[in-house]
């Protein structure tokens, strides 16, 4: 089993960048299918970036293809979500999310706030 907490979140202006992170413990990552999250008010959860366990493959939501980017460095047992040109409209709880490889037993964050507003 699997804890994550993400951090990195906050307030920042239009076109701003913010890092997210999400630190892992009670496994190693690298057994894992990480992705991220993400849910604004009134709207379901939407998958915005997820990275293969060895990371050589990452996909990305048409809404932010080419502003963000999902890494993991999984010595450091940490996935990360580089968010550049942040838009108002990628205000929302950002949520990591671990599927485990093989056992496919889904693990989630409690969520970190992202706001983007001037």
């Known amino acids: 089993q699997v804890q994550l907490v993400e951090s990195g979140g906050g307030l920042v202006q239009p076109g701003g960048s913010l890092r997210l992170s999400c630190a892992a413990s009670?496994?190693?990552?690298?057994?894992?299918?990480m992705g991220w999250y993400r849910q604004a008010p009134g709207k379901q959860r939407e998958l915005v970036a997820s990275?293969?366990?060895?990371?050589?493959?990452?996909t990305y939501a048409d809404s932010v293809q080419g502003r963000f980017t999902i890494s993991r460095d999984n010595a450091k047992n940490t996935v990360y979500l580089q968010m550049n040109s942040l838009k108002p409209e990628d205000t929302a709880v950002y949520y990591c999310?671990?599927?485990?490889?093989?056992?496919?037993?889904?693990?989630w964050g409690q969520g970190t706030q992202v706001t983007v507003s001037s």
């Open positions: 009670g496994s190693r990552l690298s057994i894992y299918v």
């Open positions: 990275i293969t366990s060895g990371g050589r493959r990452t």
């Open positions: 999310n671990a599927v485990g490889v093989g056992t496919m037993r889904e693990y």
